[in-house]
T-cell receptor, first 111, second 113 residues
Framework: GAGVSQSPSNKVTEKGKDVELRCDPI?????LYWYRQSLGQGLEFLIY????????KSGLPSDRFSAERTGGSVSTLTIQRTQQEDSAVYLC?????????FGSGTRLTVV | AQSVTQPDIHITVSEGASLELRCNYS??????LFWYVQSPGQGLQLLLK??????LVQGIKGFEAEFKRSQSSFNLRKPSVHWSDAAEYFC???????????FGAGTILRVKS
């Protein structure tokens, strides 16, 4: 596609429920990144996929968070047993060379 | 480890005035440096980037930034601010291609008429 697409744009979930956030990167981009942006905070790195290499999961805050990237394209970020502190905007970015292209994000609210 | 400091959380400038947003980084080798802008409810848009070469880089929307190795800085400038420049600005640093970028906490720019 022309840009990085994220869905849903907004998600409200009850505490304890699981959620899945989707990222559809720009076609041909080999690298895909997930970041989290909490209110008043900068961007916190979560996970990075590069081609067929093992992902860099060093930023995942707990084992409730996981992500996969199928066929080197679409990625899903899953948060299990959501907590109120998980409320944030989750941003996906993709790149071919240097300089990310970001999606518009998914705003997650845990109530 | 890489880190980025944006000392100013908020900056207010008058429309038509000049702007400088500060960014200091910590990185052991030659950094790759970026400035992004985020309008409310939007994703981040790349303004400009520095990899090597000329230390003064030009970006979109009339922005420029200067890499100063001796000061570990990469400040963003614009000679004349427009009301539409009101947004949040993020500085980021990375290593070679493929490594994650580390972002600063952001500077919120307000433009008064």
């Amino acid at each position: 596609g022309a840009g990085v697409s994220q869905s849903p744009s907004n998600k409200v979930t009850e505490k304890g429920k699981d959620v899945e956030l989707r990222c559809d990167p720009i076609s041909g981009h080999t690298a895909l990144y997930w970041y989290r942006q909490s209110l008043g905070q900068g961007l916190e790195f979560l996970i990075y996929f590069q081609g067929n290499s093992a992902p860099d999961k060093s930023g995942l805050p707990s084992d409730r968070f996981s992500a996969e990237r199928t066929g080197g394209s679409v990625s899903t970020l899953t948060i299990q047993r959501t907590q109120q502190e998980d409320s944030a905007v989750y941003l996906c970015a993709s790149s071919l060379t240097y300089g990310y292209t970001f999606g518009s994000g998914t705003r997650l609210t845990v109530v | 480890a890489q880190s980025v400091t944006q000392p100013d959380i908020h900056i207010t400038v008058s429309e038509g005035a000049s702007l400088e947003l500060r960014c200091n980084y910590s990185y052991g080798a030659t950094p790759y440096l970026f400035w992004y802008v985020q309008s409310p409810g939007q994703g981040l848009q790349l303004l400009l980037k520095y990899f090597s070469g000329d230390t003064l880089v030009q970006g979109i929307k009339g922005f420029e930034a200067e890499f100063k190795r001796s000061q570990s800085s990469f400040n963003l400038r614009k000679p004349s601010v427009h009301w539409s420049d009101a947004a949040e600005y993020f500085c980021a640093v990375g290593a070679e291609y493929g490594n994650k970028l580390v972002f600063g906490a952001g500077t919120i720019l307000r433009v008064k008429s």
